[in-house]
T-cell receptor, first 114, second 112 residues
Framework: NAGVTQTPKFQVLKTGQSMTLQCAQDMNHEYMSWYRQDPGMGLRLIHYSVGAGITDQGEVPNGYNVSRSTTEDFPLRLLSAAPSQTSVYFC?????????????FGEGSRLTVL | KNQVEQSPQSLIILEGKNCTLQCNYTVSPFSNLRWYKQDTGRGPVSLTI?????NTKSNGRYTATLDADTKQSSLHITASQLSDSASYIC???????????FGKGTKLSVKP
C-alpha cells in the first residue's frame, strides 16, 4: 500500500543546475499537486493537475515546470536551480480534488541549492 | 484577505494531559476546514475534514470543533501521548480548485 511516493528524499544542487523531483501515486487519483514548505510559512501550492494532460499554476509557480502524461506520475522540474528554491517539497494527491477530498501527501523531498 | 491563523505557535505539555489548539480563518466563501498532523520529517496526514454543517468531529483522541459564525475551529487532544508530538496544521480551501490556504501550524511537544 504505497500511497504517494516521492524521490529523491534529499538532494543538493548547485545554482543553475537542473533536476526533476519524482512523484507517483497508486491510488488512481485524478488530482495531484506540488507544494513547498518553508520555515515559518504554511505550505504553498506550486502546480497542480486535475488529470492526465492537464496542469495549472498555483501560488508560486515561477522556476518550476510540470507535466502529467499518466494518471500515476506528476514530476516537478527545476530548470535552473536558485538558492531561493531551497525548501522541502511535498507531492499530494486526492480522489475528489483538493477542495473537497482528502489530500494524501508524500514523505517530502528536501532540496538544498548552494 | 483570505487567511488562516493558528495559535499558539508552539506548546509543551506533559504526557497524559489534554490540550486545545486554535484556528481562526477569514476565508470566504467557506466550504470545509481540515486538520492535519505532521510528524517531524514526514508529510502531513489528515485528521479530520469538517464541513459547514458539522460542529464537532472526533478521530480517536482528537476532537475538532467548528464555529462557522465566528470562523473559529479548535482541535482538542485528550490524554496526550508522546506520539502526539508533531505540528498540527489547519487548512481551508479557497475558491478555485487546488487553492488551499495552510496555516503555519502549532508545534506540540509532549514530554514524559
Amino acid at each position: 500500500n504505497a500511497g504517494v511516493t516521492q524521490t529523491p528524499k534529499f538532494q543538493v544542487l548547485k545554482t543553475g543546475q537542473s533536476m526533476t523531483l519524482q512523484c507517483a501515486q497508486d491510488m488512481n487519483h485524478e488530482y495531484m499537486s506540488w507544494y513547498r514548505q518553508d520555515p515559518g510559512m504554511g505550505l504553498r501550492l506550486i502546480h497542480y493537475s486535475v488529470g492526465a494532460g492537464i496542469t495549472d499554476q498555483g501560488e508560486v509557480p515561477n522556476g518550476y515546470n510540470v507535466s502529467r502524461s499518466t494518471t500515476e506520475d506528476f514530476p516537478l522540474r527545476l530548470l535552473s536551480a536558485a538558492p531561493s528554491q531551497t525548501s522541502v517539497y511535498f507531492c499530494a494527491s486526492s480522489y475528489l480534488g483538493a477542495n473537497t477530498g482528502e489530500l494524501f501527501f508524500g514523505e517530502g523531498s528536501r532540496l538544498t541549492v548552494l | 484577505k483570505n487567511q488562516v491563523e493558528q495559535s499558539p505557535q508552539s506548546l509543551i505539555i506533559l504526557e497524559g494531559k489534554n490540550c486545545t489548539l486554535q484556528c481562526n480563518y477569514t476565508v470566504s466563501p467557506f466550504s470545509n476546514l481540515r486538520w492535519y498532523k505532521q510528524d517531524t520529517g514526514r508529510g502531513p496526514v489528515s485528521l479530520t475534514i469538517m464541513t459547514f454543517s458539522e460542529n464537532t468531529k472526533s478521530n480517536g483522541r482528537y476532537t475538532a470543533t467548528l464555529d462557522a459564525d465566528t470562523k473559529q475551529s479548535s482541535l482538542h487532544i485528550t490524554a496526550s501521548q508522546l506520539s502526539d508530538s508533531a505540528s498540527y496544521i489547519c487548512v481551508v480551501p479557497r475558491g478555485s480548485q487546488g487553492n488551499l490556504i495552510f496555516g503555519k501550524g502549532t508545534k506540540l511537544s509532549v514530554k514524559p
